[in-house]
């Protein structure tokens, strides 16, 4: 139990949140083995009808059935087994057993003066190099370690009952003659000889080579799992930010752990009256009405180099200046603003399905940081900036406002009348102190609030 532990840790993923892909691409490769396996078996199996003797066909023929026996076994228990190693092992150990026998032993159309001694001398050791290459391809540098310990183990075996039987013949028969002559062909060329020295120089070649298959596999393995979390960051940071943005900060994912301090401008909106339209449709058409609101706010933000942080059901915060502020974060906001309500006034996002939204914005001093826990990222924004921003997008139904933006926003943003936006005025907020001077954009039909 103590080696196979130790064979295990020779599987483990150097960061532990990506198991379950790793998992994945093990039995990918599992399945590449499998099929490219059963290719081989069958043409050897090919070959082998045509090379062999007649008496011998049907015998090897049954070996290479054996062979993709037991290759379907290794894949069906690497797909249905929640820890498949210890079944790998096991299938390992028969194949490369049967191997050995195979290789070593005479087949049935042999005449008695074939000797297995001479089927070591042959190139049947080659075999084991081409099962190293496939076991090679399973992502797991424990197997390959298991193929190397197996034929270790099988071929000496199988050398050492050979090397007990009273053919044969070694080194040591060697004895000059009365000129001085070692008389070396003599003793190699007959039936009976054997060479530890050679049984021992193929073992020790088959380890190396199986060494540096395992470190490689090892080093693919790791690599595997850099590019999965590369992946999954970037996915993640594809979620708040803009593709060119995403895939800057995925260069730098440190970056987001640092707290900022700086200007953002806050957007918050949802669908007016998205309770009642919900009881409405029902589940199935909220659900599809849900996921298309969803792609056309994204689609909007992100060509106006907004921040999506996060949807909580229909409604969504919105943020621009991050993760770094420019100077026209107020006019893309009040843009993106105005594009949204145009957006699904003038084009339902279902059938006979019109809806209005309410949106409320602000800008001001926050912190800007990743306050997840390490497994997932969570980009936010805090301060007040983003309090009222969110009171001036609940206050949109009392005001029968399609869009309240403080006139903070509206001057940075240099927008005129001409948008639609009515002169500001001052407005208090819900638990503030300080009212909020707030510019209204009209909605253009009154809908029933939530």
Not at 308 to 333: C, H, N, S, W, Y
Request: proline residues 6%; contains cysteine; aromatic residues 8%.
């Amino acid at each position: 139990m103590l080696g196979f532990g130790l064979i295990r840790r020779v599987d483990a993923i150097p960061t532990g949140d990506h198991g379950a892909a790793v998992a994945a691409a093990e039995r990918s490769g599992a399945a590449l083995v499998f099929t490219m396996r059963t290719i081989a078996v069958g043409v050897l199996a090919g070959w082998l009808w045509v090379t062999v003797t007649e008496g011998s066909q049907l015998f090897y023929l049954g070996v290479c059935a054996v062979f993709a026996v037991l290759g379907a076994v290794a894949f069906a228990t690497s797909r249905w087994l929640a820890d498949p190693l210890p079944a790998a092992c096991v299938v390992i150990l028969l194949d490369i057993a049967l191997l050995t026998y195979v290789a070593i032993l005479p087949g049935p159309g042999a005449g008695p003066e074939w000797l297995p001694h001479l089927n070591l001398r042959f190139g049947n050791f080659a075999y084991f190099f081409l099962y190293l290459a496939g076991i090679a391809l399973t992502y797991s540098p424990a197997r390959v370690v298991v193929t190397a310990l197996s034929v270790t183990l099988c071929w000496s075996l199988g050398a050492l009952i050979v090397w007990m039987q009273p053919e044969t013949v070694t080194t040591a028969a060697l004895v000059p003659d009365p000129e001085g002559i070692v008389p070396v062909l003599d003793v190699v060329l007959q039936p009976g000889f054997l060479s530890p020295t050679a049984i021992a120089t193929q073992l020790v070649l088959f380890c190396l080579t199986a060494w540096m298959l395992m470190v490689a596999v090892q080093r693919s393995r790791w690599l595997l799992v850099r590019q999965i979390a590369a992946e999954s960051d970037r996915a993640n940071l594809a979620r708040f930010f803009p593709p060119a943005v995403a895939e800057r900060l995925a260069r730098d994912p440190g970056s987001l752990d640092q707290v900022q301090r700086h200007r953002v401008v806050v957007l918050f909106m949802d669908i007016v009256g998205f309770t009642r339209l919900s009881e409405q449709m029902g589940p199935e058409a909220t659900m599809a009405l849900l996921r298309a609101y969803r792609t056309r706010v994204v689609e909007t933000v992100f060509s106006h180099g907004g921040s999506l942080e996060k949807f909580i059901g229909d409604a969504v915060k919105i943020t621009f200046g991050t993760p770094t502020p420019a100077q026209d974060d107020a006019r893309r906001a009040v843009i993106t603003a105005l594009a949204l309500v145009a957006g699904f006034r003038d084009h339902p996002l279902l059938p006979g399905v019109p809806i209005s939204v309410g949106i409320g914005i602000h800008m001001g001093e926050a912190a800007i940081g990743n306050i997840g826990d390490g497994r997932a990222l969570e980009y936010t924004v805090i301060g007040d900036v983003v309090n009222v921003a969110a009171r001036l997008e609940r206050l949109t139904r009392e005001l029968d406002a399609s869009i309240l933006a403080s006139q903070a926003v509206i001057a940075a943003a240099g927008i005129d009348n001409a948008a639609g936006f009515e002169p500001a005025r001052l407005i208090s907020l819900r638990n503030r102190h300080d009212p909020v001077e707030v510019a209204r954009l009209p909605r253009p039909q009154s809908t029933v609030s939530d």
